[in-house]
C-alpha cells in the first residue's frame, strides 16, 4: 500500500460517508455519518504518530496532523449532537439525509484544505468549504436563515477572490505554489510582499478576521446549534491555518507586523461588540472572533507564540463546540436566542446550564483551561517582541470579552422566577459535556504539541 | 499581441459598464455569458502566444465557455424560470445608480484603477495596460455594492473571478492548470448552491415580504 493513501484516509472516509448517505435506506444517514467520523477520528490519532510526510500534492506536518485531530474530534461529536438535535427543528429546509451529505463533504473539504501542498489548491478547497456549508446555514428554513447564508455566500466569497489574487501574485512572482518548495526557497521583492499581505486579508475574511467579518455574527447567530459548533471550531481555524503558512513561507517584519496588526483590532473589535451584544449565540460568535484575533496573533508572533496558537485552536474547538451544542439546549427550551428573555437556566436545565457556565469560562481564557495556557504563550512571547504596554492593552480587550460574557452567561443561569419548572434533561447534553472535559484535557497534552511543532518554533 | 489582449480587456470593461446600467435580470445574465466567451477567447490567444502550453490554455478556454459561458447562465436562467412567470421582467427593484451616475462611478473606478496600478505594481510588473484586469475587478464590486438582487450579485462577484483569470494569464502567465481547473469547478459548485438558495429566498420574500434587516447587522 501506497504510504500516502493513509493521510487521504480522513478525505475518504468522510467522501465516501457523503456517497453512501445516498442510500435509500431507513436511517443510513446517520449511521454512515457516525461511522464515518469514528473512522476520520481513528486515522487522525494514527497519524499522529507518523513521521512528517511531503510530497507533490500532500503536506503533512505537525500543524496539518493537530489541525486535522480538532476536525476529527469535532465532526465526530457535531454528527452525534446532530442526530438528536435535527428533531428539534421544526421547519426543515430539506431531509435529514441532504444534511448529512453536505456535513460530510464540508468536513472533507476541510480535510483537504490542511493537507494539501499547493497554495492554490489550499484555495480551492477553503472556497468548497463554502459551496458545501452555505446550505448547512439554512437548515432552519425561514427567511433570516436563509438571508445569513446568502450574506455568508457573496462575503466570503468576495474575500476569497482577494486570497485567489494572492495565490495568483505568489505564483507569478515565485513560479510555483507548492508550500515545500516556497519554504525551501522563496523571491524577496514586492510582489511576493503583496500576495502574502493579500492572502492574509482574503483568507481572514473566512476566519473572521477584522476588517472582514461581518459574515461572521449573522451565520453564528442564525444557524442552527451544530452548524454554528462546526463553523467556529474548525471552520474558521483551517482559514487560519493558510495565514500560517503565508507566514511561515515569509516571515518578514512587514508580514508579521500587518498579521499582528489585524489580530490585535480583531480582538478589540470582538471585545467592544460583545458589551453591547443581546443575542447569545451573536455574544458567543464574537467570543470566537476574539479568539481568532489571539490566534493570529500567535501565530505572527511566532516561536511559543505560534505553539500558543495551537493550543487554543485545539482547546477553543472542543469548547467552542461544547459552548453551541449547549446553545442548542438552551434554544429548544426557550424558542429565543435573546439573552434579555431567557433566565433561570439553572432551574430549568440544571445539567446543560451548569456545562454552559463552565464552557463560557473555558472559552473567554479562565484558568486552568488550555486557553488560558495557550494565552499565557502568547503573551510571552508579545512581551519579549513588543513589550508591556502592548500586552496591557491586548490583556485589557480580553478582560472586557471575559466579563461581558461571562456575565450574561451567569445572568441566564442564575436569575429569574424561584420555582420554575424543570425541563426533561437531554441525552445530546453529554455531547457537550465530553468536548468541554476534552478541552481540559488538551492542558496535559502540551507538551507533546511542542514536540509536534519542533519544526515550527 | 498586447494590443489584441487590451482590446479584449477594454471590451469586458465595456460589458461590465453595460451590466452596471442595465436592470433585467436576464440581460445581465446574457451579458454575463458574453463576457465569459470574451474571456475564453483571451485564453486561446494566450496559448497561441506561448507554444509550451498551448494544450492546456486550449483545454481552460474550453472548460470557461462550458462552465462559465453556458452551464452558468443556464443555471441561473433555469432558476429565473422556476421563480417567476415571466422570467424577462425581472428586475432590480431600486437600481443605487442610474444610467449617467452608473457610467460616471466607473470611469472613476477605471481612473482609480490605472492610478493605483501605475503607481504601485507597474514598476514590480512592468506589463503594459496591467490596470485593465484592476479596473474590471473594481467595477465588478461596485456591480456588488449598488444592487440589492440576489442574482446581479453573483453576476457581479463571478465577473471578479472573470477578472482574476485575466490577471493571472495576463500579468503572470497563468495559475497551474490543476488550480485553475479546481477554481472553476468551485464557481460551477458556487453557482448551483446560490441558485438554490436565491430561489428559496426569494420565494420567501416573495410571500412573506422583506423583514430580516433587523435581526442581521453584520
Not at chain 1, 417 to 437: D, F, G, P
Request: one cysteine or more; charged letters at 10%.
Amino acid at each position: 500500500m501506497h504510504q500516502d493513501i493513509i493521510y487521504l484516509l480522513p478525505i475518504f472516509f468522510s467522501l465516501f460517508g457523503a456517497v453512501l448517505c445516498v442510500l435509500p435506506v431507513k436511517y443510513v444517514d446517520r449511521v454512515v455519518s457516525v461511522i464515518a467520523s469514528v473512522l476520520s477520528l481513528a486515522v487522525a490519532i494514527y497519524l499522529l504518530f507518523q513521521p512528517v510526510y511531503i510530497d507533490h500534492y500532500l503536506y503533512f506536518d505537525g500543524l496539518s496532523k493537530l489541525l486535522i485531530l480538532t476536525i476529527a474530534l469535532v465532526y465526530l461529536s457535531t454528527v452525534l449532537y446532530s442526530l438528536t438535535y435535527l428533531k428539534h427543528i421544526e421547519n426543515l429546509l430539506f431531509q435529514h439525509r441532504l444534511y448529512y451529505i453536505l456535513l460530510n463533504i464540508f468536513v472533507a473539504t476541510m480535510f483537504f484544505s490542511v493537507s494539501m501542498d499547493n497554495l492554490g489548491l489550499i484555495w480551492v478547497g477553503i472556497e468548497a468549504t463554502t459551496v458545501s456549508s452555505a446550505l448547512l446555514i439554512a437548515t432552519e428554513n425561514n427567511q433570516v436563515t436563509i438571508e445569513s447564508a446568502w450574506r455568508y455566500v457573496i462575503i466570503v466569497s468576495t474575500g476569497l477572490v482577494i486570497s485567489l489574487i494572492a495565490v495568483t501574485f505568489i505564483y507569478g512572482s515565485a513560479g510555483t505554489l507548492s508550500l515545500h518548495a516556497l519554504l525551501q526557497h522563496h523571491p524577496d521583492n514586492r510582489v511576493f510582499l503583496i500576495g502574502i499581505m493579500l492572502g492574509i486579508v482574503g483568507f481572514g475574511t473566512k476566519a473572521g478576521i477584522f476588517p472582514m467579518h461581518t459574515w461572521l455574527p449573522d451565520v453564528h447567530g442564525k444557524a442552527p446549534a451544530p452548524v454554528s459548533a462546526i463553523f467556529s471550531a474548525v471552520l474558521l481555524p483551517v482559514a487560519l491555518y493558510a495565514i500560517a503558512r503565508l507566514i511561515q513561507i515569509f516571515p518578514s517584519e512587514t508580514i508579521r507586523l500587518f498579521a499582528f496588526v489585524l489580530g490585535i483590532l480583531t480582538v478589540a473589535v470582538a471585545a467592544l461588540m460583545m458589551t453591547v451584544q443581546t443575542n447569545y449565540k451573536r455574544m458567543f460568535a464574537y467570543s470566537s472572533m476574539e479568539n481568532m484575533g489571539m490566534i493570529l496573533i500567535g501565530i505572527s508572533l511566532g516561536g511559543y507564540g505560534l505553539l500558543g496558537a495551537v493550543i487554543i485552536i485545539i482547546s477553543h474547538g472542543l469548547a467552542k463546540s461544547s459552548v453551541f451544542f449547549l446553545t442548542g439546549d438552551v434554544l429548544s427550551i426557550s424558542h429565543t436566542t435573546d439573552m434579555r428573555k431567557v433566565n433561570g437556566l439553572i432551574q430549568r436545565l440544571p445539567r446543560a446550564a451548569s456545562a454552559l457556565f463552565v464552557a463560557a469560562m473555558a472559552v473567554t481564557g479562565a484558568p486552568p483551561f488550555a486557553i488560558f495556557v495557550g494565552e499565557l504563550f502568547i503573551f510571552a512571547a508579545l512581551i519579549a517582541q513588543y513589550g508591556w504596554l502592548l500586552a496591557l492593552v491586548v490583556i485589557l480587550f480580553l478582560a472586557i470579552a471575559f466579563i461581558s460574557v461571562n456575565f450574561k452567561t451567569g445572568k441566564m443561569i442564575f436569575t429569574g422566577r424561584e420555582n420554575l419548572k424543570r425541563e426533561r434533561s437531554r441525552t445530546e447534553t453529554w455531547v457537550a459535556i465530553v468536548n468541554l472535559a476534552l478541552s481540559f484535557l488538551v492542558i496535559l497534552l502540551i507538551p507533546y504539541f511542542e514536540t509536534l511543532l519542533k519544526n515550527l518554533l | 499581441m498586447n494590443q489584441t489582449f487590451e482590446i479584449l480587456g477594454f471590451l469586458l470593461i465595456v460589458l461590465t459598464l453595460v451590466m452596471q446600467w442595465e436592470i433585467h435580470v436576464r440581460r445581465i445574465i446574457t451579458l454575463f455569458s458574453v463576457s465569459s466567451f470574451v474571456i475564453a477567447l483571451f485564453l486561446v490567444l494566450l496559448g497561441l502566444n506561448r507554444p509550451n502550453e498551448e494544450y492546456m490554455l486550449f483545454i481552460l478556454a474550453g472548460l470557461t465557455i462550458v462552465v462559465r459561458g453556458i452551464t452558468i447562465p443556464l443555471v441561473m436562467n433555469r432558476a429565473l424560470n422556476r421563480l417567476h412567470d415571466k422570467p424577462w421582467r425581472v428586475r432590480e427593484a431600486k437600481p443605487l445608480l442610474g444610467v449617467g451616475g452608473s457610467i460616471l462611478v466607473s470611469l472613476v473606478l477605471i481612473a482609480i484603477g490605472y492610478f493605483i496600478y501605475q503607481n504601485s505594481l507597474y514598476s514590480i510588473l512592468k506589463v503594459r495596460s496591467g490596470s485593465v484586469p484592476f479596473a474590471l475587478f473594481l467595477q465588478a464590486s461596485l456591480l456588488i455594492i449598488t444592487h440589492r438582487h440576489a442574482y446581479i450579485q453573483m453576476i457581479g462577484f463571478l465577473v471578479m473571478e472573470n477578472a482574476v483569470v485575466m490577471l493571472s494569464g495576463w500579468v503572470f502567465g497563468g495559475l497551474p492548470f490543476i488550480v485553475e481547473a479546481g477554481v472553476i469547478l468551485d464557481l460551477l459548485g458556487l453557482v448551483v448552491v446560490s441558485s438554490l438558495i436565491i430561489r428559496v429566498r426569494e420565494h420567501t420574500i416573495l410571500k412573506e415580504g422583506d423583514t430580516v434587516e433587523s435581526e442581521l447587522r453584520g
